[in-house]
C-alpha cells in the first residue's frame, strides 16, 4: 500500500517545511523563478482550453498540471510554503526568522518567473505588439480587469471580496501541497494534488503567483490597469488571505487533530524529500 496515513503525512509535511527554511538564497530564487513560469505556463494552456471548448471546467481539469511539476519537481511556491513553514515552526522545526526569510525570497523568486513568462507569452501573443486583438489577449485582459478593475469599482467591498477569494482559494492549494504526501507513488501524487488545485481554478478564486502573470501580461497586451490597481486591489490583499487560508484553515488546523503525533524534538532539521536522508541539505 502506498498510502500515508494522515498522521504520517502531517510530520512529512512538517519535516519538508523545515527543509525548505534552511535553502540558501540562491536556490530558493531560482526554484521560485521556475514556480512562477510554471504556472503562467499553466494559466495560459487553461484559458487555451477554455477558448477552444468554451466550457470553463476544461480549463480548470488542465491548470494543475503546472502545480503537479512543482510540486514533484520540489520547487519553491509561496503560497504553498503559506502552510509547509508555518506547520514547521509551530513544530518547533524552524524559527520564525526562517519562515519570513523564506517567504520573502520564494514571493520574489515567484514573481520575477511570472514577469518572465509574461513577457515572453506577450512577444509570442501579440508578435512583438503587432497584434492587438485575438481570443488569448482578450481572455487575459478580461480576466485581469475583473481581478482589478472590478474590485476598484465597489471599493471597500471589493478589497473583502478579493481577500475571501483569496482565503478560500489557498485553503484548497496548500491542501494541494499537502496532499503530494498522501502517496509514496508518483501517480498517487499527481491524483491527490489534482484535486484541491482544481477546486480553486474552478471557482475562480484568487491566488497570488497566479495574478503575478496574468495582471503584469495584460498590462502589457493594454488593459487599462495601473500598476496600483494591480497591487492595491489585487496583489496585496490576495498574498494576505493567501497566507491566511494556508496557515489557519490548512497548517494550523490539520496540526491540531493530529498534534498527538507532532515532533518533539525542538529545532531539528529533518530532510526532504526523504530520498536525501544521510545527505547535505544544501
Not at 138 to 149: M, P, Q, S, Y
Not at 153 to 177: E, H, P, R, Y
Not at 263 to 275: C, E, G, I, L
Request: aromatic letters at 12%; a positive charge; proline letters at 3%.
Amino acid at each position: 500500500m502506498d498510502y500515508v496515513k494522515p498522521t504520517q503525512l502531517i510530520e512529512d509535511v512538517a519535516n519538508a517545511g523545515a527543509y525548505k527554511s534552511t535553502l540558501k538564497i540562491r536556490d530558493i530564487l531560482i526554484k521560485g523563478i521556475l514556480s512562477g513560469a510554471f504556472l503562467g505556463f499553466a494559466t495560459t494552456l487553461a484559458f487555451t482550453a477554455t477558448i477552444e471548448t468554451n466550457l470553463s471546467i476544461v480549463g480548470a481539469l488542465v491548470f494543475p498540471v503546472g502545480f503537479v511539476l512543482i510540486l514533484l519537481l520540489g520547487l519553491e511556491l509561496v503560497t504553498g510554503n503559506f502552510a509547509m513553514l508555518p506547520l514547521a515552526r509551530i513544530r518547533g522545526l524552524t524559527a520564525n526568522k526562517n519562515v519570513v526569510y523564506n517567504f520573502f525570497w520564494a514571493f520574489l523568486g515567484n514573481l520575477i518567473g511570472s514577469l518572465l513568462y509574461g513577457f515572453l507569452f506577450y512577444i509570442v501573443a501579440t508578435k512583438l505588439g503587432h497584434v492587438t486583438q485575438g481570443a488569448m489577449i482578450d481572455k487575459i485582459i478580461a480576466v485581469a480587469e475583473g481581478k482589478t478593475i472590478a474590485y476598484k469599482s465597489i471599493g471597500g467591498d471589493g478589497l473583502i471580496v478579493a481577500f475571501t477569494k483569496a482565503i478560500l482559494c489557498n485553503w484548497m492549494v496548500t491542501l494541494g501541497a499537502f496532499m503530494a504526501f498522501i502517496s509514496s507513488s508518483t501517480i498517487g501524487k499527481i491524483a491527490a494534488m489534482w484535486l484541491p488545485v482544481f477546486l480553486f481554478f474552478a471557482h475562480g478564486f484568487e491566488h497570488a503567483v497566479v495574478n503575478m502573470f496574468v495582471i503584469p501580461t495584460a498590462i502589457l497586451m493594454g488593459a487599462d490597469i495601473t500598476l496600483g490597481d494591480w497591487w492595491i486591489w489585487n496583489q496585496i490583499p490576495v498574498t494576505i488571505g493567501n497566507f491566511i487560508g494556508g496557515f489557519i484553515f490548512t497548517a494550523l488546523a490539520l496540526h491540531v487533530v493530529n498534534k498527538k503525533t507532532a515532533t518533539q524534538t525542538k529545532n531539528v532539521f529533518v530532510t526532504y524529500p526523504p530520498a536525501l536522508k544521510g545527505k547535505e541539505m544544501n
